[in-house]
């Protein structure tokens, strides 16, 4: 009995050694210097500055599974902050659904950084089970707004109507084909009129993109005809300088209410260079903002492409070429064992060959190879690079 229980001791002693060592001082206090600086409620930092907080994150080899939990809260909303504010989908998506799967560890702000990961990402499934414990927890007042802001998931992942518009200076606008071109729509009308900080998001986010060729914005007013001219009064005072489509119809308007049912006016709803649509939302949203550069970085091949995902949890399927992958095996014929955030590292360097993105996925394999040495991972790192 002696034996067993200074058997026991010396087990937990090692993991107390083994936990300690997995801390790096250094590298926690990092994490923590980049959560404060990067994690804020209402914006998200530059795209220069998130770019370089997603590098530096991920160079401090912190293991996920080694860090205290409120470490690993810390970790991963810092990383989906800066994903989402470089426009890497895929990566904000991804630790988007780590940290959900932390479940009662979760605050409030973190259930929000669970839901822009998810929105980033197009993931409607993953938002609307964050929206769901979200509009439950102690510390929301406005429950309405949570729910309304879960209805918006209803079209995401679907792809967008095979139909197209003709907007007031006779361009074809196809709503699910453009060639790569990322198309978002403005739904407005005067009875429900844009609000003052509404327009000024909305003309914000234009000049954003203004000169982007895989970017379009276009409004779509359902008006009645008696209507009709005052709604092109307003957009002409309220500066919409993108191209217009008037229905001329206030209720089962074509698109407004038949091709879409996205809900009440106005809003805006975002389709990819895919054709699914990605968000549905309002252009002053940091979420839906965010989403727009995800998809914009997208189509230009500056990042990995995700498919989005609808809250039945049925995947969209890729309208691209598949990637092609390559089996690899130890060369002393076993098996090596495999690392999650290696894994995760590998997927996003497959997707930026696929994309053409090869010095993005050069850097990924090689760190791979350089933090994970000896897994399955770091072997097929060294096949890709060659």
């Known amino acids: 009995?002696?034996?067993?229980?200074?058997?026991?001791?010396?087990?937990?002693?090692?993991?107390?050694?083994?936990?300690?060592?997995?801390?790096?001082?250094?590298?926690?206090?990092?994490?923590?210097?980049?959560?404060?600086?990067?994690?804020?409620?209402d914006a998200l930092p530059a795209k220069?500055?998130?770019?370089?907080?997603?590098?530096?994150?991920?160079?401090?080899?912190?293991?996920?599974?080694?860090?205290?939990?409120?470490?690993?809260?810390?970790?991963?909303?810092?990383?989906?902050?800066a994903a989402a504010g470089c426009g890497q989908a895929m990566a904000a998506g991804e630790r988007a659904e780590k940290l959900r799967n932390l479940g009662g560890l979760l605050d409030a702000a973190s259930l929000e950084s669970v839901i822009l990961g998810a929105t980033v990402a197009g993931d409607a499934k993953l938002a609307d089970e964050a929206f769901a414990e979200l509009s439950n927890h102690a510390q929301v007042?406005?429950?309405k707004a949570v729910a309304d802001r879960r209805r918006r998931l209803d079209l995401v992942g679907q792809s967008a109507p095979e139909t197209s518009c003709v907007t007031d200076d006779d361009t074809?606008?196809?709503?699910?084909?453009?060639?790569?071109?990322?198309?978002?729509?403005?739904?407005?009308?005067?009875?429900?009129?844009?609000?003052?900080?509404?327009?000024?998001?909305?003309?914000g986010l234009f000049e954003v993109y203004r000169a982007e060729?895989?970017?379009?914005?276009?409004?779509?007013?359902?008006?009645?005809?008696?209507?009709?001219?005052?709604?092109?009064?307003f957009a002409k005072s309220a500066k919409f300088e993108w191209k217009q489509h008037y229905e001329e119809q206030m209720t089962n308007a074509p698109f407004t209410h038949e091709a879409f049912h996205a809900g009440r006016a106005p809003y805006q709803l975002l389709i990819d260079k895919n054709g699914y649509i990605r968000a549905v939302g309002h252009a002053g949203e940091m979420a839906f903002r965010a989403a727009v550069l995800a998809a914009v970085s997208e189509a230009r091949g500056d990042a990995a492409v995700i498919m989005p995902r609808e809250q039945s949890g049925q995947r969209a399927e890729s309208r691209e070429a598949p990637p092609v992958v390559h089996q690899t095996k130890p060369?002393?014929?076993?098996?090596?064992?495999?690392?999650?955030?290696?894994?995760?590292?590998?997927?996003?360097?497959?997707?930026?060959?696929?994309?053409?993105?090869?010095?993005?996925?050069?850097?990924?394999?090689?760190?791979?190879?350089?933090?994970?040495?000896?897994?399955?991972e770091?072997?097929?790192?060294?096949?890709l690079l060659g």
């Open 378 to 383: 770091a072997e097929e790192a060294k096949f």
């Open 48 to 81: 220069k500055e998130a770019a370089e907080a997603f590098a530096k994150l991920n160079g401090l080899n912190l293991p996920l599974e080694k860090l205290q939990p409120p470490q690993q809260v810390m970790l991963l909303r810092t990383a989906i902050h």
């Open 1 to 41: 009995m002696a034996t067993a229980r200074l058997f026991h001791v010396l087990i937990a002693l090692m993991a107390i050694v083994a936990s300690s060592a997995a801390q790096d001082p250094a590298g926690i206090a990092e994490m923590e210097k980049l959560y404060k600086t990067v994690v804020k409620p």
């Open 141 to 143: 007042k406005d429950r």
């Open 172 to 203: 074809i606008v196809d709503f699910a084909s453009r060639e790569g071109v990322v198309l978002l729509i403005d739904f407005w009308n005067m009875l429900d009129k844009p609000s003052d900080a509404s327009v000024k998001a909305l003309r």
């Open 213 to 233: 060729p895989k970017f379009l914005l276009i409004g779509i007013n359902a008006d009645s005809p008696a209507r009709l001219e005052k709604a092109r009064e």
């Open 331 to 376: 060369k002393d014929g076993g098996k090596l064992p495999s690392n999650p955030e290696a894994a995760s590292m590998l997927r996003e360097a497959r997707a930026f060959l696929k994309t053409g993105m090869k010095t993005k996925a050069q850097e990924l394999l090689k760190k791979i190879i350089e933090q994970y040495p000896g897994t399955q």
